[in-house]
């Protein structure tokens, strides 16, 4: 499968706990995005980067979260001190660098769940 | 602010009954308009980019539209497997990168 992948598929956490998600994205492809989706809404952009630097933060994207791109290849999303807010999908895209637009594509995502 | 309104939120057909779901949008400068498809609790599959009013792309019983406000996906003959719901993103000139913004989505039930 050379599709998107994400792990891990689901986290139950406890309010206040530190959580990690990884993204492995598409091999040939530069840029990777983070978004966050919640029950009857389309996703919402968190951050992305452009090979390992990350070029773009979401103003809605708390300092509770964290987000890396280590030599350009997987990505993880780092989220301190959970919050039953945080409690949503978190999806990942990857896309190539082209003219006019690059096509994101969508992992399974990983469901988190904070009690 | 990049805006993107999608209607109806829900809508029920039977099989082989062709319908439309609509996405206006509003975005200072259009890179790209994106249609996806997501299952329940999966990530959204890519379906359509269009770029330019008077574009038309089609896939199966799916074709998609634009004009400089809206865009349709128009759904011919329906079948039970198109039952998901169906996202309609934009990407803008202006920023850096390539977020996409997207409507809240369509729910999609086709009946047998």
């Known amino acids: 499968d050379t599709g998107v992948s994400q792990d891990p598929r689901h986290k139950i956490t406890k309010r206040g706990q530190n959580v990690t998600f990884r993204c492995d994205p598409i091999?040939?492809?530069?840029?990777l995005y983070w978004y966050r989706q919640t029950l009857g809404q389309g996703p919402e952009f968190l951050t992305y980067?452009?090979?390992?630097?990350?070029?773009?933060k979401s103003r809605l994207l708390s300092d509770r979260f964290s987000a890396e791109r280590p030599k350009g290849s997987f990505s993880t999303l780092e989220i301190q001190r959970t919050e039953q807010g945080d409690s949503a999908m978190y999806l990942c895209?990857?896309?190539?660098?082209?003219?006019?637009?690059?096509?994101?594509?969508f992992g399974p995502g990983t469901r988190l769940t904070v009690l | 602010e990049d805006q993107v309104t999608q209607s109806p939120e829900a809508l029920r057909l039977q099989e082989g009954e062709s319908s439309s779901l609509n996405c206006s949008y509003t975005?200072?400068?259009?890179?790209?308009l994106f249609w996806y498809r997501q299952d329940p609790g999966k990530g959204p599959e890519f379906l359509f980019t269009?770029?330019?009013a008077g574009e038309e792309k089609e896939k199966e019983r799916l074709k998609a539209t634009l004009t400089k406000k809206e865009s349709f996906l128009h759904i011919t003959a329906p079948k039970p497997e198109d039952s998901a719901t169906y996202l309609c993103?934009?990407?803008?000139?202006?920023?850096?990168?390539?977020?996409?913004?997207f409507g809240e989505g369509t729910q999609l039930t086709v009946n047998p």
């Open positions: 269009l770029y330019s």
């Open positions: 091999s040939e492809h530069n840029r």
């Open positions: 975005v200072s400068g259009l890179r790209g």
């Open positions: 980067f452009q090979n390992e630097a990350q070029l773009e």
């Open positions: 895209a990857s896309s190539f660098n082209r003219v006019p637009s690059d096509t994101q594509y």
């Open positions: 993103a934009v990407q803008a000139k202006e920023t850096s990168g390539s977020r996409l913004t």
